[in-house]
């Protein structure tokens, strides 16, 4: 009888020794009470965990009790990394956690998972638990950083920062998420229902270059890509060709969003990029539309038909490329159509997850609070 390693694989790893000391930061209540959670007052942040020696950070769960229903647009998450002064995760509390336009939601998916109570389920605000698993690696110390921008104290905050103190190969990258938005996107033809114009017999609408495209994601330095979600507010009405008692008509009805193309651009390099896709649900590892089901590295969050919400036709998507990691060694560009030949104007916004060597200049800062707001939620 031979001897023989077990094989590869994230529960076979777990027989392996782990070199490490696992600490944890939360808000449990240091008095020995119940009171396990932090008041924040409106405009002001409060650190969540300072950590001056090498680890890794495995596990962020947080949940917040608040009568004020867009707070997972309002608060902000931020992380920084062995001392920087900007930001290397800087995104609204829902959307790093893929919760789009401030709706809780149940799914999960390999980096993510929220747990939402029914009663919430779908709608704006309310109470959920989100969790991130992603490994957020640092050498030389991190902080994590929670910022209430809205209007009145969040009341309930709770959360877990769980992480190792550990030996961090100097190679070892840096996690970095941050978040845009385009709202409304401009579409390169106008306003088509103002001009009668069929969206679907514009099919052949030539996109060459992308520079038009709604960017998800510009950074330069080496490093890979392993993910976003985009949340779409579909709000761009179109004419399509109907018929009605043996007559063709025009109909206005909203468009489908997702023929847009996805464009990786590489190290710089001209058109044509690296990788083009053929329409976003095809990005997403779907078709024929967007399915209301989430995978461990694809699929949706928040559907865009949900028949408790008939009027609402906001949606969010996820794509985690754990399997397939987009690499680049001096810069990346990554930018989806909106509508084909970017033709549509609907409201995008969007996180990018991914690793790389120390930037060396800063994220983009995030719109105006009340600009990430929906506009069916602005007062």
């Known amino acids: ?56 950070i495995r596990h962020i769960w947080i949940t917040v009790g608040t009568e004020n229903r867009q707070y997972l647009r309002k608060m902000v998450l931020r992380a920084y990394w062995n001392g920087e002064d900007s930001p290397s995760i800087h995104c609204p509390l829902g959307d790093f956690f893929c919760l789009g336009h401030g709706i809780a939601r149940t799914f999960s998916c390999m980096p993510f998972a929220c747990v939402t109570p029914e009663e919430n389920n779908g709608k704006f605000g309310g109470g959920t638990a989100l969790n991130c698993y992603f490994a957020m690696p640092f050498h030389k110390g991190a902080r994590l950083e929670i910022v209430n921008e809205c209007e009145e104290e969040v009341g309930s905050f709770y959360y877990y920062v769980d992480y190792e103190e550990c030996e961090v190969p100097e190679d070892a990258l840096l996690f970095h998420a941050h978040y845009r938005q385009e709202m409304p996107t401009k579409g390169t033809r106008g306003d088509l229902s103002a001009a009668g114009t069929n969206y679907w017999d514009l099919m052949a609408e030539p996109n060459i270059g992308g520079e038009d495209n709604y960017l998800i994601l510009e950074t330069e330095g080496a490093g890979h890509f392993v993910g976003c979600n985009i949340s779409v507010d579909n709000i761009d009405p179109m004419v399509s060709k109907k018929k009605v008692g043996g007559k063709e008509v025009h109909a206005h009805e909203l468009t489908w969003w997702g023929e847009g193309d996805d464009m990786f651009f590489i190290d710089g390099e001209k058109w044509p990029p690296s990788l083009h896709g053929t329409g976003s649900e095809d990005y997403f590892s779907q078709a024929w539309g967007m399915h209301p089901y989430a995978f461990p590295y694809s699929g949706t969050s928040i559907p865009e038909t949900d028949p408790l919400f008939k009027d609402r036709n906001m949606c969010t998507s996820y794509r985690f490329h754990v399997e397939d990691p987009i690499c680049f060694e001096k810069s990346l560009r990554f930018s989806m159509e909106h509508g084909h030949a970017n033709l549509q104007e609907n409201d995008y916004s969007s996180v990018a997850y991914w690793y790389q060597t120390q930037r060396s200049r800063p994220l983009p800062g995030l719109p105006p609070v009340q600009e990430r707001i929906p506009r069916s939620q602005r007062r």
């Open 1 to 56: 009888m031979h001897s023989q390693q077990p094989g590869p694989g994230a529960l076979s790893n777990l027989v392996y020794r782990r070199k490490a000391r696992t600490r944890r930061f939360s808000s449990w209540d240091q008095t020995g009470g119940n009171r396990d959670y932090w008041t924040i007052p409106a405009g002001q942040s409060r650190t969540l965990a300072e950590i001056s020696v090498p680890g890794c």
